[in-house]
């Protein structure tokens, strides 16, 4: 069929029906006059690339055989067009989901940026932090007093019910001054967030920082233990 036409005043149609259309790429399909397509077997398009199946309520695309209300097959993550759904924001900005080749989930608010939040089977999330990826890498400094600088704080969510215990945190505005790039967000256009989980590199940083200035100060009290016992042997 290349094309149907239809007229009238519409209330002489009860229904339209489609059977067996090219050799089975639309199935059959009921159209009452309220134009609600009925299905009355699985709709397929193309044949299988986009599944409706009514007796489920599952849709498959790229899958034949939906097993879940939302069933997405695609392929491997090396292709170019590799991010299995794509969520585009007309303002700006493209955010992608997908599984990658070795089955964990990755969430990105880039989906050219090379960068993605990754999932484990055991509920752990990571950061994509492959030295392939990186360029002009240099020793993070200023580690300890960062750290001295943020101020840790107790408070209560203005709309936690009575009785929800106390939070444990930071002030974004106040890290802000402090780590920039460990804030997310626009304040003029929505709320701040803290990227608490890279807050362990300063952590980090600033232990070893201190640890080199024990360091050098164990160096120097032996090195003034030495002077002091040459000088008493002197006196003897």
Do not use: C
Request: proline share 4%; aromatic share 4%.
């Amino acid at each position: 069929v290349s094309a149907v036409s239809i007229a009238g005043n519409g209330a002489a149609l009860t229904n339209l029906e489609a059977g067996d259309i090219t050799a089975g790429n639309l199935a059959d399909a009921r159209m009452p006059s309220g134009g609600n397509w009925a299905l009355t077997t699985n709709l397929n398009v193309d044949g299988g690339t986009l599944v409706v199946d009514p007796t489920n309520a599952r849709v498959g695309i790229g899958e034949a055989a939906p097993s879940s209300p939302l069933h997405v097959t695609a392929a491997s993550i090396a292709a170019a067009n590799n991010w299995m759904v794509r969520i585009t924001n007309t303002t700006g900005g493209t955010g992608g989901i997908r599984i990658s080749n070795d089955g964990f989930l990755d969430i990105t608010n880039a989906v050219q940026g090379g960068t993605a939040a990754r999932l484990n089977s055991t509920g752990v999330w990571g950061t994509f932090s492959d030295r392939r990826l990186k360029k002009d890498i240099e020793p993070a400094l200023g580690n300890l007093e960062a750290a001295m600088r943020l101020r840790p704080v107790t408070y209560a969510m203005i709309k936690d019910a009575p009785g929800t215990p106390r939070h444990l945190g930071f002030i974004a505005q106040e890290v802000q001054e402090v780590i920039p790039e460990f804030v997310m967000g626009d304040e003029t256009k929505g709320n701040l967030a803290v990227a608490y989980g890279q807050m362990s590199v300063i952590t980090i940083g600033a232990i070893q920082e201190l640890k080199a200035e024990i360091d050098a100060l164990k160096a120097r009290v032996k090195e003034l233990e030495s002077e002091k016992g040459l000088t008493t042997a002197n006196r003897n």
